[in-house]
C-alpha cells in the first residue's frame, strides 16, 4: 500500500513548457504540501495545503501553482518552465502539525 | 526561514562502528524528526520527538530533542551496509506546519 504517491517519477521536458506534477495521499491527513529538492539534496518548503486552504507559501515564483481537488490530491502545475527549475520535488502529508510523510519524488528536468 | 544547523556534512565509518550526528538551532523548535533518504527516493520517518528532554529508540536508532528544545542528535548503533544514505534532521516551530530541514548527514558505511 503506498500512502503518499506522486506521479510522473521522472519528467523531461523543453523550457517555456507547462507541466503539472499529482499527488495522492491514503493516509486519511488533512494537510498536504510540496517540497523542492535542488542538486545539494537541501530541501525547501514551497506550499502547504490545509482543507483545501494554502496556508504556507514561501517565496515561490508564480508561475507555480499548487491545486488541490479534494483531502487526499494536491496538484502542482507549473507554467513557462525554466532551467532552474530543474529539480527533485517531493509531496508530503500530515495530520494537523504531525509529522510529514513523503512521496517517492518527481525528477523535473528541463532543457 | 530559521536555519538547521546539522553535522558533520558526511561520515565514512566501518560496519559495526556506532554513528552520532546532530542538528542545532538558535531558535527554540517545538518538534524534531529525523528522516533518511536513500538514493532515488523520498525522506523516509525515523524517529519523531514531541517533548524536551524526550530520548527515544527505534531499533539501532536514538534520538533525543534536547532540553533547551535548540537541539537533537541521532545515533545509530552497529552500523549495517543498508544504514547508508542521507540522514536529514527537521524541526517544526509554533505548532505550525512550517518545517525546515538541515542541510543533512551523508552516511557511507564500508563493509
Known amino acids: 500500500d503506498t500512502a503518499v504517491s506522486q506521479t510522473p517519477k521522472y519528467l523531461v521536458t523543453q523550457m517555456g513548457n507547462d507541466k503539472s506534477i499529482k499527488c495522492e495521499q491514503n493516509l486519511g491527513h488533512d494537510t498536504m504540501y510540496w517540497y523542492k529538492q535542488d542538486s545539494k539534496k537541501f530541501l525547501k518548503i514551497m506550499f502547504s495545503?490545509?482543507?483545501?486552504?494554502?496556508?504556507i507559501n514561501e517565496t515561490v515564483p508564480n508561475r507555480f501553482s499548487p491545486k488541490s481537488p479534494d483531502k487526499a490530491h494536491l496538484n502542482l502545475h507549473i507554467n513557462s518552465l525554466e532551467l532552474g527549475d530543474s529539480a527533485v520535488y517531493f509531496c508530503a502529508s500530515s495530520q494537523e502539525t504531525w509529522a510529514q510523510y513523503f512521496g517517492p519524488g518527481t525528477r523535473l528536468l528541463v532543457l | 526561514g530559521q536555519q538547521l544547523n546539522q553535522s558533520p556534512q558526511s561520515m565514512f565509518i566501518q560496519e559495526g562502528e556506532d554513528v552520532s550526528m546532530n542538528c542545532t538551532s538558535s531558535s527554540i523548535f517545538n518538534t524534531w524528526l529525523w528522516y533518511k533518504q536513500d538514493p532515488g527516493e523520498g525522506p523516509v520517518l525515523l524517529i519523531a520527538?514531541?517533548?524536551?528532554?524526550e530520548l527515544t529508540s527505534n531499533g539501532r536508532l536514538t534520538a533525543q530533542f534536547g532540553i533547551t528544545r535548540k537541539d537533537s542528535f541521532l545515533n545509530i548503533s552497529a552500523s549495517i551496509p543498508s544504514d547508508v544514505g542521507i540522514y536529514f534532521c527537521a524541526g517544526q516551530q509554533d505548532n505550525n506546519n512550517d518545517m525546515r530541514f538541515g542541510a543533512g548527514t551523508r552516511l557511507t558505511v564500508k563493509p
Open positions: 520527538l514531541y517533548k524536551a528532554g
Open positions: 495545503y490545509n482543507n483545501k486552504e494554502l496556508i
